[in-house]
């Protein structure tokens, strides 16, 4: 076995039971960052829900304006070259417990009109608007949702740390301490029980020394 590999002196002693107080730190710790990470992830899973209800609604709502502004126009497509590319995203990061989440961020910028008004109408406007938004809840959703994978990610290694502390490196230090302390109490009954003998031996000796 493991334990008895250890040889039972009174430093190992110090040195297994110091271990043993590591790895129980180690394991709280570990417990504490998986249940703040759990609690951040189940409000990222509500964000994300209530994100995911409002961005079908809106992106039913882009399609059709985009659909009425078809039938009124005919196709709008080449106008869409006249929309410039978005360059407003910033990516950023935060850390929570160790774990860096994505912070995506797109400042509404103010909505300016780069087609011609001549051969568009009101339809194409809409959509244009209703596109607007699908853009800003898209780069939200994306935000949260990269977020719940990284702290799934986490939480799942730290789980396994945690388990490994709990389930195998703490049992065999207690094993340890426990062989080693077992060990040392023998060898002091031992001792005590010898000491006893010599002591009786040599009071023996004195008394047939005075007869």
Request: hydrophobic share 40%.
């Amino acid at each position: 076995m493991a334990d008895q590999q250890v040889f039972p002196t009174k430093g190992n002693l110090i040195l297994s039971k110091k271990a043993l107080q590591l790895a129980a730190l180690g394991y709280e710790l570990l417990d504490r960052k998986r249940s703040i990470l759990i609690r951040e992830l189940m409000e990222l899973v509500d964000k994300a829900g209530k994100l995911r209800g409002s961005i079908e609604d809106t992106y039913v709502n882009a399609y059709q304006a985009l659909q009425r502004a078809n039938i009124s126009m005919g196709v709008v497509m080449p106008y869409a070259s006249c929309i410039p590319v978005e360059k407003g995203l910033e990516l950023s990061s935060k850390s929570v417990m160790g774990v860096e989440l994505p912070t995506v961020s797109l400042e509404p910028a103010p909505i300016e009109v780069n087609y011609g008004f001549s051969q568009t109408n009101s339809q194409l406007d809409i959509a244009y608007l209703e596109f607007e938004k699908v853009k800003l809840i898209t780069v939200e959703l994306a935000e949260v949702e990269n977020s719940i994978y990284r702290l799934s990610v986490a939480i799942r290694k730290t789980q396994r740390r945690a388990n490994a502390l709990q389930n195998i490196i703490i049992p065999r230090n207690e094993k340890i301490v426990k062989f080693i302390t077992d060990s040392l109490e023998e060898k002091d009954r031992e001792e005590f029980s010898r000491m006893k003998v010599i002591k009786a031996q040599k009071l023996k000796k004195a008394k047939q020394g005075k007869n």
